[in-house]
């Protein structure tokens, strides 16, 4: 790593940002973003020297950290072989990421269809549904990020969805298992599954379920709270899709790829979805990719009828390159199973050992290097240590929170009343402990 110190750099990438760079999901004049100078594995730095362990993984993305050498090189011998070319063409590299994705998807889902992101992907994945099924309503739940773009964001339960909407979406929320605040009233994981199943079924009998294309679910809800199924949830969800002639799209975009320990979350429960969309693990962000594995009835649906969608860099060389060499970096390395001892021997103990002593700490839940602590202002009531608000900057103390980490230098996610520990899939379980030490301190 060569950190060094360039503050003057530093100051024109910033100001050069402050005037001509519009950013995500900020109030333009509201936001002080870091410019960043550097990063490698699980660390970046900025121009001052200052360097921060990864809590974060960007956006959940960078499974493989940053700068993975062999990823890198791959990208490079690309770039130097073949940039661009028309989704239409066979080309040799998008032909060998999507075997290997499709030799790593669960079931049938041995086609795939490119994307730029995970968004584009569920765009896709609910056109198929409706035109397989020759109908338009999409069930989704309210705790879910699919997306920003349109049917996305509208299927989307969090509230960045409010300021979105149409009114019009041919879009229906339910509301998906979450024991430690229970829609349901239940007092156990087996009664939040069967109630939410319950509530799932007759949301359906009063939409007609003649008028529902697909259901999607995060398979681990991710951005809304890192809620993990209960047993049986999914297989009561598939068992209700069979009998309804419904599309089951499991989205994957950010439990997939080694998140949770499996190459998918949905590989936990033995579920087989019909539509499983992907991105951000894929190839760790390291260029713009996503996509839909598509299952053998809904590819054959497009045998002799056109599919009437596409994208000019739908599975762009340089992306599906990384791709390539991502996978089986990931596969040479053994950072999928990596990641699930992280999590049973580093992450999940050591937030447990906080959770002893810290009162603020109401649940800790995840699997792999996907896990969340909730806050409370009293474990008794459960009480969120701040209230369910719009989308926006963290409140405080949240945002004080995540100040505490970040000059500490430990980057946090926090979301809401929610710090997600979420680094890289290949962190050290020495790097993880330093993170955990940080949050210790903070807490
Ligand atoms: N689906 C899930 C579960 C996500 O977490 C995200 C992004 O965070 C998306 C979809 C959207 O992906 P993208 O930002 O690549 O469009």
Redesign the pocket.
């Known amino acids: 790593m060569s950190i060094s110190v360039d503050s003057a750099a530093g100051q024109a990438v910033k100001a050069a940002d402050r005037a001509h760079v519009f950013h995500s999901w900020s109030a333009q004049a509201l936001i002080d973003p870091l410019a960043v100078a550097g990063a490698e594995g699980s660390y970046f730095w900025d121009y001052e020297g200052n360097r921060f362990l990864d809590f974060s993984s960007q956006?959940?993305n960078t499974n493989i950290g940053h700068q993975h050498p062999k990823v890198v090189a791959a990208i490079q011998e690309q770039a130097g072989k073949l940039c661009t070319f028309a989704p239409a063409f066979a080309v040799d590299v998008r032909s060998e990421a999507a075997r290997l994705i499709a030799e790593r998807t669960p079931g049938d889902l041995d086609k795939i269809f490119f994307t730029n992101?995970?968004?584009?992907?569920?765009e896709n994945a609910i056109r198929m549904a409706r035109l397989h099924t020759g109908r338009q309503k999409v069930m989704s739940t309210y705790r879910?990020?699919?997306?920003?773009?349109a049917n996305?964001i509208a299927l989307t339960g969090d509230p960045r969805r409010w300021a979105n909407e149409t009114g019009v979406s041919g879009i229906v929320h339910f509301w998906g298992p979450y024991a430690y605040r229970s829609q349901f009233h239940a007092e156990n994981e087996a009664q939040e599954c069967e109630r939410a199943l319950a509530h799932l079924e007759a949301t359906i009998a009063f939409e007609g379920p003649q008028t529902v294309a697909a259901i999607i679910l995060?398979t681990v809800v991710?951005?809304a709270g890192i809620l993990i199924p209960p047993a049986g949830y999914l297989a009561g969800v598939r068992e209700i899709c069979d009998r309804f002639g419904i599309v089951l799209i499991l989205?994957e975009?950010?439990?997939g790829f080694g998140r949770t320990g499996a190459w998918f979350a949905a590989d936990h429960w033995e579920v087989v979805p019909d539509l499983l969309?992907f991105?951000?693990g894929v190839n760790s962000g390291y260029v713009p990719l996503?996509g839909v594995a598509i299952s053998g009835a809904i590819a054959e649906t497009f045998a002799e009828r056109p599919f009437p969608g596409g994208l000019t860099y739908s599975g762009h060389p340089l992306a599906c390159a990384s791709a390539v060499a991502t996978i089986n970096a990931m596969a040479e390395e053994g950072i999928v199973e990596h990641a699930r001892h992280l999590g049973e021997t580093v992450i999940g103990p050591g937030l447990r050992e906080l959770a002893d002593r810290h009162p603020s700490i109401g649940e800790v839940r995840g699997l792999g290097v996907f896990w969340a602590l909730e806050l409370v202002k009293d474990r008794a009531t459960r009480e969120p240590l701040t209230p369910y608000n719009a989308a926006g900057p963290a409140a405080a103390p949240m945002a004080e929170l995540a100040a505490a980490c970040k000059r500490r230098g430990l980057w946090p996610f926090v979301n809401m009343n929610r710090l997600h520990v979420v680094p890289p899939c290949n962190s050290s379980g020495a790097e993880v402990k330093e993170g955990l030490a940080i949050l210790d301190e903070v807490l």
């Open positions: 956006l959940v992101g995970g968004a584009e992907a569920n879910s990020y699919h997306g920003a773009t996305a995060e991710g951005t989205d975009v950010m439990a969309t991105a951000k996503g």
